[in-house]
């Protein structure tokens, strides 16, 4: 090969490697040009026909120009992965000025504030936290309740049996836990409260088969009915505000005698009478009464020595009445419309 031969193989090859735009095609030009059978191998190999004189010369250029390439080689590769690199980056940037995804945020459900403004307000006048169990003794739940089999009463609380275990219920109410409270303090006096899920067999428009019930109950010497509407006016000031009007009227509970339901005046009229408190301008929001000696034996006092009085409300009930909510599906709807005002 002669010397001029080199020059433009050079060229070539050189102006090859700079074409190639990816590093497959850098690679596809280096099997190309410096592969076993590519011009640069098959010139060294022919270095052995030239002219004696001219061997040495050529074979130098020959080395020299496969080294120059493999270098041009390098540099390119090393130029495209940057290349690469700078695009990849490029594309995979973050725009971290752009505002974030929002994030739905929760919060308390009604119902929860409602409990809650309850158990508060009871916190405040002594009444401690007491707890049962949703599944309860039918001698809990009734007969220690002064409510035996036979009791017109049973009826009216539409019972979930428990299949497979002859006994126990659904809690129909909170009430037994007046009876596990009384025996956990008897004789000591007591003010508890407590709080949470009861069970009943009807479901239509305005009743839930489950539903939310709370209870108080104060036990001790000298305890009296004025104590108890005492507790019901500041119980019921808490929840419903300085002004409210609270009523009693005689009622009849198996579980207290004397007996009381007591109204609150209507706070969607203000007295004056609506569809809501049915023109009377005052509506029923809890049972009470002073604790029936039978239910105190039950309990562990003796009722020649302790009496005590103790009330019972739905928490529905309360917390529409305190946000004014006139419908109690939508307590349980989970309406985000409506969950958001609160
Ligand atoms: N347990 C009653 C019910 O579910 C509510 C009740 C009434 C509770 C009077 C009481 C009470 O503690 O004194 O209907």
Known sequence: MAMQDVESLRREALAAVAA????????????????????IMEALRGIKDAAPDERRALGLRLNELRDALESALAERQA????D????????????????????????????QLAQDALVDALHALGFRLAEGPEVESETLNFEALNIP?????????????VAGHPGYVLRTHTSPVQ???MRAHAPEPLRVITIGRVYRRDDDVTHSPVFHQ???????EGIGMHHLKGTLYEFCRAIFGEDVKIRLRPSYFPFTEPSAEVDIGCVFCGGSGCRICKGTGFIEILGSGMVHPHVLREGGYDPAVHTGFAFGAGVERIAMLRYGIDDVRLLFQNDLRLLRQF
């Open 20 to 39: 190639a735009q990816d590093e497959a095609a850098l690679e596809q030009a280096r099997v190309e040009w410096l592969g076993r059978k590519g011009p």
């Open 79 to 82: 130029a495209l992965r940057g």
């Open 84 to 111: 690469a690199l700078a695009e990849r980056l490029q594309a995979e940037a973050l725009d971290v000025t752009l505002p974030g995804r929002p994030r739905e945020r929760g919060g308390p459900h009604p119902l």
């Open 149 to 161: 089999a036979d009791h017109p009463a049973r009826e009216m609380h539409d019972t979930f049996f």
């Open 179 to 181: 009876i596990r409270a």
């Open 214 to 220: 709370m209870e108080g109950l104060a036990v001790g």
